[in-house]
């Protein structure tokens, strides 16, 4: 309840300064509000894979100071998607997040971690629990996912 109150006061923030924002916009996709002090950006990110690119991940990260939300959605062709968002935090060049989506009508979160690198962002490998079967980031996986950087979409 706590993480719910938090994004809606994120975007409740975020919506009031639509119009300078847009007025910021860059052709690289980062969006810096002109009038505040904060340090806020938007930046989006793709991965293709399968045979013909036809599995698509896309995350659009808003990143004030050091929170960040946003939106993270995995959908593999013809096959369950998760689609959700994403609450957490910033420290330098990593991103400790909690991704809440939803698969086959039922709601579930992960914690992810990711890594900004100049055009790319990269996230560290889940693993799963055989007892449980849940998957989960693994402290030990390495940052090998790679996501491209994309203009974010409206």
């Known amino acids: 309840m706590k993480n ?3 994004i809606f006061f994120s975007m409740m923030i975020l919506s009031s300064c639509t119009t300078n924002v847009n007025k910021a916009r860059s ?3 980062t969006v810096l509000n002109a009038e505040a002090a904060t340090d806020t950006a938007q930046l989006c990110f793709q991965k293709l894979e399968g045979t013909a690119n036809q599995d698509t991940t896309y995350l659009k ?3 004030n100071g ?3 939300s946003g939106e993270f959605n995995h959908m593999p062709y013809e096959k369950d998607s ?6 957490g935090s910033r420290n330098g060049d990593l991103i400790k997040a909690v991704w809440r989506y939803m698969q086959e009508g039922v709601t579930d979160s992960i914690s992810v971690e990711f890594k900004l690198d100049g055009e790319h962002l990269l996230q560290k ?5 055989p007892k449980t079967g849940r998957q989960y980031t693994s402290e030990a996986s ?3 996912m790679k996501y491209t950087k994309v203009k974010c979409k409206n």
């Open 61 to 63: 990260l808003i990143m």
């Open 4 to 6: 719910l109150l938090i």
């Open 27 to 29: 052709e690289d996709s």
């Open 125 to 129: 490998n889940l693993s799963v629990d």
């Open 66 to 68: 050091s929170s960040v």
């Open 82 to 87: 998760r689609k959700g968002s994403i609450s």
């Open 142 to 144: 390495g940052y090998t």
